[in-house]
């Protein structure tokens, strides 16, 4: 019995360490430049600090661009790693 619990134990850490490699390698490495502003490894939502949206996106994901504040509201296009983009109507953008 002892023998099956540590077996248990050993399969339950490493799925834990599974896991965690997967998180951590879905976040943006490099930064993007947000209407002048850099924000280093970005992850989630930020709301566009004024118009015309600017993204320069130094990262290694796509950055969404939204209509409304939030990263809600219509999508108003994409910015691939090492391009950069102007929106009239952007209001927030995403980085996974």
């Not at 339950?12 to 930064?31: E, V, Y």
């Not at 661009?65 to 939030?70: E, L, T």
Request: proline share 6%.
């Amino acid at each position: 019995m002892k023998r099956v619990l540590h077996a248990f134990g050993i399969a339950l850490t490493a799925a834990a360490l599974c896991l965690t490699t997967i998180t951590s390698a879905n976040a943006a490495s490099g930064a993007i430049i947000l209407n002048g502003q850099a924000i280093q490894d970005p992850s989630g939502c930020y709301n566009s600090p004024g118009w015309p949206t600017e993204v320069d996106n130094q990262t290694d994901q796509i950055v969404t661009v939204f209509g409304n504040d939030d990263c809600t509201g219509p999508v108003n296009g994409t910015v691939g790693p090492g391009e950069s983009g102007t929106f009239d109507f952007g209001s927030s953008v995403s980085v996974p």
